[in-house]
């Protein structure tokens, strides 16, 4: 696993903005057989990070907050559709992110919903996506910021 750099570490490019880009993770449980399951992606093979799982989620539009842009991006992403109202502010992650070229850092808030009786996701913006039971998710690779979210989300129900 690659070494984050130090939050300074832009200082030494000129023209990048001092500022974050800020993003909503989606935790979208079910009850499992085995316990609660969490929803999961898998990006595509040629996109950054390619082939890495991770929770749906993206970045916000202008004027936002956060429970409404994880309810937007889990429609669009696998055709859910949630009240953005239900949603349950899990935690915030920040991090330096060196894919992210003219933003200096990014903000994720992770944002948990139940999922809707009958809701049948689908891969709309990624390879695939499974259900996984939220002790299993240690088995994946993911990337940095979504491996803390993933404690978070644990951490917030008691797994």
């Given at each position: 696993?690659?070494?984050?750099?130090?939050?300074?570490?832009?200082?030494?490019?000129?023209?990048?903005?001092?500022?974050?880009?800020?993003?909503?993770?989606?935790?979208?449980?079910?009850?499992?057989?085995?316990?609660?399951?969490?929803?999961?992606?898998?990006?595509?093979?040629?996109?950054?990070?390619?082939?890495?799982?991770?929770?749906?989620?993206?970045?916000?539009?202008?004027?936002?907050?956060?429970?409404?842009?994880?309810?937007?991006?889990?429609?669009?992403?696998?055709?859910?559709?949630?009240?953005?109202?239900?949603g349950i502010v899990v935690g915030?992650?920040?991090?330096?992110?060196?894919?992210?070229?003219?933003?200096?850092?990014?903000?994720?808030?992770?944002?948990?919903?139940?999922?809707?009786?009958?809701?049948?996701?689908?891969?709309?913006?990624?390879?695939?996506?499974?259900?996984?039971?939220?002790?299993?998710?240690?088995?994946?690779?993911?990337?940095?910021?979504?491996?803390?979210?993933?404690?978070?989300?644990?951490?917030?129900?008691?797994?």
């Open positions: 696993m690659a070494k984050e750099p130090p939050p300074d570490v832009d200082a030494q490019r000129p023209g990048i903005p001092d500022r974050q880009v800020e993003i909503s993770a989606v935790a979208l449980l079910r009850h499992g057989p085995g316990g609660p399951e969490v929803l999961i992606s898998r990006r595509h093979p040629g996109a950054v990070r390619g082939g890495l799982w991770e929770l749906p989620g993206g970045k916000l539009d202008p004027g936002e907050d956060h429970r409404t842009a994880a309810a937007r991006e889990l429609a669009e992403e696998t055709g859910v559709a949630v009240d953005a109202a239900s915030r992650v920040e991090q330096f992110d060196a894919h992210v070229v003219r933003e200096r850092s990014i903000a994720i808030t992770l944002v948990r919903f139940d999922c809707p009786a009958g809701a049948e996701p689908r891969p709309l913006a990624s390879a695939e996506c499974r259900w996984e039971r939220v002790d299993r998710l240690g088995a994946y690779e993911w990337p940095t910021a979504n491996a803390r979210l993933n404690e978070l989300l644990a951490a917030s129900i008691g797994a």
